[in-house]
C-alpha cells in the first residue's frame, strides 16, 4: 500500500511559479511510476507529467510541456512538478498518483494509489 500526500498548492498570480511535492510511503518507492494529474470540476481527471521509476524517463501533457517539469527524489521518496509561467487556466485540484510499474502512462485508470489532492488558484 502506498500513501501520497501533496504539498505545495496555493494562490499566485498569473506568470507565477509554484512548485508541488508528493511524499509517499510504503514499500519500495523506486518500484512506481510517478505522475501528476489535475481536475476542475466537472471535468475529468487530466494528465500532466509521469516520471519513471528510476527518473530516467518523463513524459508531459502538450499543454504544460516547456513550462511544467516532473521530479523525483527516490533517496527521499520525493516526486516534485515544478510549475512556470502560470496561467489561470492552470487552475485546479493537482494530485499524485503512483503505478507499480517501471513506466508511466498518461491514463488516469492505470495509476493505483492517489493523494487528496492540493489546490492551485492562479489569479488573472
Known amino acids: 500500500q502506498v500513501q501520497l500526500i501533496e504539498s505545495g498548492g496555493g494562490l499566485v498570480q498569473a506568470g507565477a511559479s509554484l512548485r508541488l511535492s508528493c511524499a509517499a510511503s510504503?514499500?519500495?518507492?523506486?518500484?512506481?511510476?510517478m505522475a501528476w494529474f489535475r481536475q476542475v470540476p466537472g471535468k475529468e481527471r487530466q494528465f500532466l507529467a509521469a516520471i519513471s521509476g528510476s527518473g530516467a524517463f518523463t513524459y508531459y501533457a502538450d499543454s504544460v510541456k516547456g513550462r511544467f517539469t516532473i521530479s523525483r527524489d527516490n533517496a527521499k521518496t520525493m516526486v516534485y512538478l515544478q510549475m512556470n509561467s502560470l496561467k489561470p487556466e492552470d487552475t485546479a485540484v493537482y494530485y499524485c498518483a503512483a503505478r507499480p510499474a517501471a513506466r508511466g502512462t498518461t491514463s488516469s485508470p492505470d495509476y493505483d494509489y492517489w493523494g487528496q489532492g492540493t489546490q492551485v488558484t492562479v489569479s488573472s
Open positions: 510504503g514499500p519500495t518507492f523506486v518500484n512506481y511510476a
